[in-house]
């Protein structure tokens, strides 16, 4: 395409909230840490699964059988996750997944160290377990 000789419309969409597939017989919780397989679908984020690749919190539930839905994503904001012990000292550093709802503030122990968010601070999770609340604006692919 030539350079611009009027206005083009590029359809612009807002990219806070994106819509995503979620694949067969999966299980998405809201609220939970997701990323996107090797296949192109969404699944719970965990340290466990290989090849993953961090893209939000689920603002839905979305449960699959046999058929495919999609799900609608934040990629922007702040959240807070459980962790094991908070630490008020880890303020600014990384957030790594552990599973879909919980982080931890170093990649010790983890067998896929998926970099999620950066630490803002220290707070209560709305279960009263101790957390951190994880800024994701700069690890959302």
């Known amino acids: 395409m030539p350079a611009l000789t009027k206005p083009f419309e590029t359809y612009e969409k807002p990219g ?25 679908n969404i699944v719970p984020m965990s340290h ?33 996750f459980a ?21 931890q503030d170093v990649a010790t122990g983890l067998t896929n160290a998926y970099i999620i968010g950066t630490i803002v601070g220290t707070e209560s999770t709305s279960d009263n377990l101790g957390g951190y609340r994880i800024r994701i604006d700069n690890h959302t692919k």
């Not at 994106?18 to 990323?35: E, P, Q, R, W």
């Open 16 to 40: 806070i909230v994106v819509s995503y597939n979620v694949g067969t017989n999966t299980t998405i919780f809201k609220g939970a840490l997701i990323g996107v397989n090797a296949s192109g």
């Open 48 to 80: 466990a699964s290989a090849n993953l690749k961090f893209v939000g919190v689920a603002n839905e539930s979305v449960v699959t059988t046999t058929e495919t839905k999609r799900i609608t994503v934040t990629k922007s904001g702040t959240f807070v």
């Open 83 to 103: 962790t094991a012990s908070a630490n008020v000292n880890k303020t600014g550093g990384d957030a790594w997944a552990k599973f879909d709802g919980e982080v």
